[in-house]
């Protein structure tokens, strides 16, 4: 069952609308604001389910997956992202080739999410 | 075969004749020269046989005087004996006189005394010969007498009663005979000589024994002939000719020996003065020929030592003098066609240049390269420095790019050549060449030589990577640009989501609200840059200029910036001096915002970002420094381009178009200004600076209100159909205090404005109904109409809708989304 969730995104106003959007739907959400951040914080009170973008500052998702992926191999995975379709900064394909759980791209519907996790 | 071995030949063709014709005339000459010699010598010789002759009958007249004496004739030998004594001493050639009769009893002899008996002696064949002709008869050479001296008789028959009674002889001494040849005076070196019938020389000069037997050569030619010319040799052996005669009085010959050498001495004369008339034509030819081949190989051989260095590329001029007038012709048409060809190649050369472009040649068998200047500056050598080896080639060529170049130049059955490579100039500049070669193979098909040109391509190279480089940046643009709106939009979901299901007073829909608001902005700023720089290229943005204090309105900027919290995370300074400039306000607070946004997004928290701006002669210049990231040099030019941001990875923290700086610079230089951007290196900040022409401040200044203009509360009427454009609008307005209507089509508005005449409207010009020009057209033609403010709101804001707009009456424009500070300027302004 999941109750905990690890949101990480380099965009404040990402982080405080998922936020109070899956407290909203009765999850326990911890927010961070790159990789490590969300390292540091699954290592004080580990989480479910890491949700994080890819573009971000100091570690990029992919790293921050990596790290996930060896530390805590039981977290399961989301990955949001903004790249578009029609460049090479499409990282969602990416993301689904290394095995994430669920890839989304933004924007999104907060329900799809909840639908997602709600599977999970 | 040269023009002078032509001329020779011409020569010798011509004389050929001449000196046949020499030769012959001569041999001729010769020949009859020879004859009358000839006939001289024989003449001569005749001469000499006569004078002999001559003094043989004077003997004789004398003996046949004697003989026909009386006493003789009546017998009485006594007295002809004292006769013949008498006689004998008046003949000093006579030796004796004899007296014989016809049976050869000698009777009497003068030399011994009457009636001594005498011997008869010495009488040879010729007494016979005087008894049957009867005729006086010269005898042969003997030696006579008891005194051994060689004579010669003379006999005379004396004939009595039809019989010949006697014989008288007289011994004629030969010595007497050698003074007659000594008479003839023949030169020393020859011979003449008297020789008697049985072919003994009787005398000769130079002298042998009388009696000795005359030459065979000598013998033999006078039995053939009385008389003639022969060649032989004499006694002593010499090579001689000699002519000869036959005396019919004696019998005797007579020869003269001529040395061969004397009688060809006029014949080698003759051709020796042929020869040498010969020589010398021919040497007078020959040196006219050589004078003459010289005068035209002369100028053919300047003309070709000037073709030869025009060939090589010198600037000789071709020499025009020339002694013949086809040589003076030939110089003239070369010098015209050396014109043509400078001509040629001057245009040439300067298209070369201006393609900067070399000319080379490689010959294939000794390895030489030869480059023309234009190659060796593009090279950066100087003129002629270059070796000429392919070792000094591959020296300039790019480390990188020798084995390929290399392996192209010798690739064995390549006709044409293309390489394109880099070189390194001793200045350290790499420059990017392009070379074509066409190789040429002589008859045999064999590779002579590679020419071709070299041409500078690193400009064409830098734009081709620079349009590499642009279609990169467009690409990151587009994916950034997804990314940018993506990402407001996610947050603007969710805060949706949230604002539907939380309590709208509870903190999450408060917070929710926030970000709506927050994103709404970004997003806008964002559409806002990027309609700005569409429009900013395109022309279509029409600055309303203005004069102000630029330092003023920096400050104004820096204030909003810090009162918003958004220069919290920097140590922000601000320092200015007053600099006045005339432009459009808005645009400039644009170009300062878009550089504080660059400053806050590429400087860590906690440095430093400083702000200044002051007045630098004719320029009013604006500084904002900061202490982040800093540019690579390389890049400082091309901060300024459309789409390019400083470097960045995956985890870039910048975010934004990268607009920004492109916007500051086509803002600034719509106002005649210029940007420039400057960094000491990675990490350790940098500087833009904008430079904006300064104007004189103004005399008296109107006092300015510090926050914002202060508008008095108003009657505004909004016409707008979207319904959170007018209701934003309608809050905004009623915030500060004004009596707000609103209308969402044009005739509902026109109807409210007929009832309410309020003082300021605010039509947007999309309207279901009629347009906002129309609307404004009709209110201005409305009762109170003129005086009303009226502001026109489209979402395009280009220059076009402006003028459309003023046209239709409209005081003012503003574009969506209105900006608070915006409208409240514009509301100001229609007091």
């Given amino acids: 069952m999941i109750k905990r969730l690890l949101v990480v995104d380099d965009d404040a106003d990402m982080r405080l609308t998922l936020k109070l959007a899956l407290e909203l739907a009765g999850y326990a959400v911890d927010v961070a604001g790159n990789g490590r951040e969300a390292l540091e914080l699954q290592r004080k009170q580990p989480a479910d389910v890491l949700i994080t973008d890819i573009f971000m500052p100091d570690a990029d998702g992919f790293e921050a997956i990596d790290a996930f992926r060896k530390e805590f191999p039981a977290t399961k995975i989301v ?37 997602l996790l709600n599977r999970l | 075969m040269k023009l002078r071995s032509h001329l020779y030949l011409l020569v010798a063709g011509a004389l050929a004749p001449v000196v046949f014709f020499a030769v012959a005339s001569a041999a001729l000459l010769v020949q009859q020269e020879r004859r009358a010699m000839e006939r001289e010598a024989i003449g001569r010789a005749r001469a000499a046989m006569s004078a002999v002759d001559a003094a043989l009958a004077g003997h004789v007249t004398t003996l046949k005087a004697l003989a026909a004496s009386k006493s003789l004739a009546a017998g009485d030998l006594r007295a002809f004996h004292d006769e013949s004594q008498r006689v004998l001493a008046t003949q000093p050639d006579w030796l004796n006189i004899g007296l014989a009769t016809s049976a050869r009893r000698q009777l009497l002899d003068a030399l011994l005394p009457y009636g001594q008996p005498a011997s008869f002696g010495g009488h040879d064949g010729s007494f016979d010969l005087a008894l049957s002709t009867r005729q006086p008869v010269i005898g042969g050479v003997s030696v006579g007498g008891a005194i051994g001296v060689e004579v010669v008789r003379v006999l005379v028959p004396v004939v009595q009663q039809g019989e010949v009674r006697y014989v008288l002889s007289a011994p004629l001494r030969v010595d007497a005979l050698g003074e007659v040849l000594q008479a003839q005076k023949t030169p020393r070196d020859w011979v003449i000589g008297l020789v008697d019938r049985e072919l003994k020389i009787i005398v000769r000069i130079p002298s042998v024994a009388p009696g000795t037997p005359a030459s065979e050569s ?3 030619a006078v039995t053939q002939s009385p008389e003639g010319w022969f060649r032989g040799s004499t006694l002593e052996g010499r090579e001689i000719y000699a002519p000869y005669v036959t005396s019919p009085l004696s019998g005797w010959s007579l020869g003269i020996a001529i040395p061969v050498a004397t009688v060809n001495q006029g014949a080698w004369r003759t051709f020796a003065l042929t020869a040498t008339g010969v020589a010398l034509a021919l040497a007078m030819a020959l040196a006219l020929a050589w004078f003459i081949g010289r005068r035209i190989e002369e100028p053919i051989a300047s003309l070709a030592k000037a073709t030869h260095a025009i060939g090589r590329g010198e600037r000789l001029a071709v020499p025009s003098a020339a002694p013949m007038d086809e040589i003076a012709r030939l110089a003239q048409t070369l010098q015209k066609s050396v014109d043509a060809m400078r001509e040629r190649e001057d245009r040439l050369r300067l298209a070369l240049d201006a393609g900067r472009m070399g000319s080379w040649e490689w010959d294939v068998r000794t390895n030489r390269l030869a480059w023309a200047p234009e190659l060796e500056a593009i090279h950066g050598l100087a003129p002629g420095s270059f070796q000429g ?10 480390p990188d790019d020798r084995v390929y170049v290399r392996a192209a130049m010798t690739a064995a059955d390549c006709d044409e050549q293309y390489l394109e490579y880099r070189i390194v100039r001793p200045d350290s500049a790499t420059r990017w060449l392009e070379s074509r070669g066409k190789l040429v193979r002589d008859p045999s098909g064999k590779p002579q030589r590679v020419v071709g040109v070299c041409m500078d391509i690193t400009e064409r190279k830098r734009s081709e990577e620079a349009l590499k480089e642009t279609s990169r940046a467009k690409d990151e643009f587009l994916a950034m640009l997804s990314h940018e ?10 805060a949706a989501h949230v604002l539907k299901l939380a309590q709208p007073n509870e903190v999450p829909a408060v917070k929710a609200r926030a970000v709506v608001e927050r994103q709404t902005k970004h997003m806008a700023r964002l559409v806002g840059d990027l309609l700005d720089i569409s429009r900013l290229a395109m022309g279509k943005v029409a600055l309303e200029r203005e004069r102000f204090n630029l330092a003023e309105a920096v400050s104004n900027v820096v204030n909003v910036w810090r009162s918003s919290g958004r220069l919290e995370r920097h140590k922000v300074s601000a320092t200015t001096t007053p600099a006045w400039v005339d432009a459009d306000r808005a645009r400039i607070d644009q170009v300062l915002s878009n550089l504080l946004d660059n400053a806050v997004k590429f400087t860590p928290a906690g440095k430093r970002i400083s702000v200044a701006v002051e007045q630098q002669d004719d320029w009013a210049v604006l500084r904002v420094s900061d202490e982040g990231e800093g540019l690579p040099p390389e890049s400082a030019e091309r901060m300024f381009d459309l789409f390019v941001q400083g470097e960045r990875g995956l985890d870039r923290a910048a975010g934004g178009l990268g607009v920004g700086l492109a916007l500051v610079k086509r803002l600034t230089e719509m106002h005649g200004g210029t940007v420039s951007a400057s960094s000491t290196g990675r990490g350790r900040g940098a500087t833009f600076t904008i430079r904006l022409p300064a104007v004189l401040a ?9 926050d914002g203009p202060v508008v008095p509360p108003r009657r505004v009427l909004i016409v707008e159909d979207n319904d959170d454009a007018r209701q934003m609008l309608h809050e905004v ?15 509902s508005g026109l109807a409210l404005a007929a009832q309410s005449t309020p003082d300021i409207a605010l039509i947007d010009i999309g309207l279901p109904d009629i347009d906002g020009y129309e609307v404004a057209r009709r209110l201005r033609a409305s009762p109170g109409g003129r005086r009303m403010g009226l502001v026109a709101i489209t979402g395009y804001g280009q220059a076009e809708d402006q003028r459309r707009a003023y046209e239709a009456g409209f005081d003012a424009h503003l574009t969506k989304p209105v900006a608070t500070e915006r409208l409240k300027q514009v509301m100001a302004g229609l007091q």
């Fill in chain 2, 389 to 398: 080896t392919l070792e000094a080639y591959a020296e300039r060529i790019h």
């Fill in chain 2, 733 to 747: 307005l009623a915030y500060n205090g004004h009596d707000v209507r609103e209308a969402r089509d044009g005739a």
């Fill in chain 2, 218 to 220: 000598y013998r033999a």
């Fill in chain 1, 79 to 115: 990955v949001v992202s903004g790249g578009a379709q029609f460049s090479r900064r499409n990282y969602l394909p990416d993301a689904e080739l290394i095995g994430v759980e669920g890839t989304l791209q933004k924007p999104f519907d907060v329900d799809t999410l909840l639908g």
């Fill in chain 2, 698 to 706: 103004p005399a008296a200044r109107a006092p300015q209100p510090e």
């Fill in chain 2, 485 to 494: 709106l993506r990402n407001p939009l996610a947050a603007l979901s969710a």
